[in-house]
């Protein structure tokens, strides 16, 4: 079988170099042949649309017949959910069970995340670069402009410049001289009121306002013989600072009473004044008392109280306010004086640095008048930064291109762990064996493909004990690809495919890549490695050892913008399209992702429904019908990707 497999391989690269040969030449003799009539340039144009892009790796094989499968996770984990049981048939792709894909999922967020900072990184550190590039074709300018001497404008302009800071300074020098006067005036304020003060006192800080009462009831009462006293509470009078007569009017109605005054700032009161005593009497009579340790300037509220053998009457409260003595109104007066000198000397020292500054302002209009050779010098050092500076910005650029590429690495990674944490069937056939039960923990010794012809392939380590699942396939074909080394690390397990036939080309068939030998084989100094796909559902006309072409997909991009590739110029690590806006083309840098067989991915620098035109090779106008469809042909991205060379090299999709 393998050396049936060999010969045929040899078959196929024999038959490849003959198509390279014959495509070559048609190539050839349609770029150097010469016109037989004159040349005319076919413009073609496409517009920005939104789909699915997807990368696709090619190679060809044979089709063969499969067997057994030990499934197994690649990757070892907490087995999360068992889908099958012995007997039950299964297709090839089906999900057969799960483990815990937390890790995985947390490990790629945290890929997407780095990947996608990355890329704006490295677009910050582009247009930086710009920026600065453009900032040193700024100063180069300058320094010319300096060394001549600058325009007739710029000296005009220079000239008004520094009369305008000498009249600033004129300005600022009179207004220090008005905050200095202003400080004076303030600080014999100042030693005024602290005079006032002093005499206020060593007279004992007299009142300088009266005290106030309010919502006194009046001096009548309502006789009640027999019973409680009757009482009003009355204004204050005689108010201090610090004392007050508190004032009522009682009738004893015929009983002794005692009455006294409850006071206090708030309704709490808190105070109570000396308590008096009145003989028996049946007709009212004005008291008062005094009451001293008051605050100044504060208000109080009372009321007198009254109690007898016949009960207690209260009156209804009233207030009264202390007077403000001289000393604190004088002190206020100081208060206000020492912060105004302190504003005064604030005001005088921020003037003074602005003299400063507008001195420095005249000193640097003066020599922006004269020229001199200091400006000329700054303006060389001025250059020698930016160009350092560029420097620095290529280095950085290099840097951020690189971690770009090692993040994408990181993400593809993470993306394959991510479908590594379902177990997928390899093949279509029946569950003999399942050996693990949810919530235990699985070995990721990946899963072994057994043919019919005893040899075995591994998406693991290898395994190490009994397979999860066991299929055994009754019909089920495969096909084993040998695949260029380039192509190879792209590929990994359970990935999908589409296989097509040489001897039957209206017939597709779908697959899925079930393993990748680690070890490779070279043929002509060709390095490929043997990859087995299973066939999904293949028609009964497919028969075993017939060649099959076969494409696996690599990364899929979905719901995004996508132009053919033949529109896109790549030069390095810069991609360009030619955008044409009411009929001007413009060049505008792009950013791509997933490049497809005939599309690309379009991260950036275009939007939905833009018009960009396709380049195109001049050709005669004698076969300038057939130019279109040579153009695409030739330009998707090499052979078994859909073109001659890889992208828009040669008009648009040409040699590359």
Not at 202 to 216: D, Y
Not at 351 to 372: P, R
Request: negative net charge; proline residues 3%.
């Amino acid at each position: 079988m393998r050396h049936r497999r060999s010969t045929r391989r040899a078959l196929r690269y024999s038959t490849l170099a003959l198509a390279v040969a014959v495509v070559a030449g048609v190539v050839f003799y349609f770029i150097y042949r010469t016109p037989s009539t004159g040349t005319t340039t076919a413009i073609r144009t496409v517009s920005v649309t939104r789909g699915t892009v997807q990368a696709t790796v090619s190679a060809s094989g044979s089709v063969t017949a499969a067997s057994t499968a030990d499934e197994n996770f690649s990757t070892s984990g907490t087995l999360q959910s068992l889908y099958v049981g012995v007997g039950q048939s299964v297709v090839a792709g089906q999900v057969l069970a799960t483990i815990d894909s937390t890790p995985a999922q947390t490990s790629l967020r945290a890929a997407t995340t780095a990947f996608t900072v990355a890329r704006m990184n490295l677009n910050l550190a582009r247009a930086a670069l710009a920026s600065e590039q453009t900032t040193l074709a700024n100063a180069q300018q300058q320094l010319t402009t300096d060394l001549t001497g600058g325009t007739a404008l710029q000296k005009e302009q220079n000239q008004q410049a520094l009369l305008n800071a000498q009249q600033q300074l004129t300005n600022d020098q009179n207004q220090l001289a008005t905050d200095q006067a202003q400080l004076a005036t303030d600080q014999q304020n100042l030693a005024t009121a602290t005079a006032t003060y002093t005499t206020i006192a060593s007279l004992g800080c007299p009142a300088a306002t009266p005290g106030t009462s309010s919502g006194a009831s009046g001096s009548s009462v309502t006789p009640n013989p027999g019973g409680a006293p009757s009482v009003a509470t009355g204004g204050a009078t005689a108010i201090a600072t610090t004392t007050a007569q508190l004032t009522a009017t009682i009738n004893p109605n015929g009983a002794d009473t005692t009455y006294y005054f409850l006071y206090g700032t708030t309704t709490a009161y808190g105070s109570t004044s000396a308590a008096f005593t009145m003989a028996k009497a049946t007709s009212p009579s004005q008291v008062s008392v005094t009451v001293s340790g008051l605050a100044a300037d504060t208000t109080y509220i009372y009321y007198v109280e009254a109690v007898s053998v016949y009960g207690v009457s209260v009156g209804l409260p009233v207030t009264l306010t202390t007077a403000v003595d001289g000393c604190t109104t004088e002190n206020a007066v100081i208060a206000t004086d020492q912060s105004k000198i302190v504003t005064d000397q604030q005001q005088i020292t921020s003037q003074q640095t602005t003299i400063s500054a507008q001195e420095l302002s005249v000193q640097i209009a003066q020599q922006n008048l004269q020229g001199n050779s200091s400006t000329i010098t700054s303006d060389r050092n001025a250059i020698a930064q930016d160009q350092s500076s560029i420097a620095q910005s290529r280095v950085g650029l290099l840097q951020d291109d690189n971690t770009v590429a090692q993040d994408q690495a990181t993400l593809v990674q993470d993306q394959k762990s991510v479908q590594q944490t379902r177990l997928v069937a390899m093949i279509s056939g029946t569950v003999t064996g399942v050996n693990g039960t949810v919530g235990q923990t699985v070995s990721g010794s990946g899963s072994t493909l057994l043919t019919s012809s005893s040899s075995s392939s591994s998406t693991g380590s290898g395994s190490s004990g009994a397979a999860l699942v066991t299929i055994t396939g009754l019909r089920q074909l495969e096909v084993i690809a040998d695949f260029a080394e380039a192509d190879a690390v792209k590929l990994a397990t359970h990935q999908t495919a589409t296989i097509t036939l040489p001897a039957d080309p209206n017939t597709t068939i779908q697959g899925i890549v079930t393993s990748i030998s680690p070890v490779s084989t070279t043929t002509s100094n060709v390095t490929t490695y043997p990859v087995t796909i299973s066939l999904t559902s293949p028609p009964s006309s497919v028969k075993d050892g017939a060649t099959a072409d076969v494409q696996v997909v690599v990364q899929t991009a979905s719901n995004v913008l996508e132009l053919p590739s033949t529109a896109i110029t790549t030069n390095g690590s810069t991609s360009t399209v030619q955008v044409m806006k009411n009929g001007v083309t413009t060049t505008m840098r792009v950013t791509t992702g997933v490049v497809g067989g005939t599309d690309t991915q379009v991260t950036s620098g275009l939007t939905l429904g833009e018009t960009v035109v396709v380049p195109q090779a001049s050709v005669s106008a004698a076969t300038s019908s057939s130019s279109s469809g040579s153009t695409r042909g030739f330009g998707g991205g090499g052979f078994g990707g859909g073109g001659f060379g890889g992208g828009a090299r040669f008009g648009g999709g040409g040699l590359g």
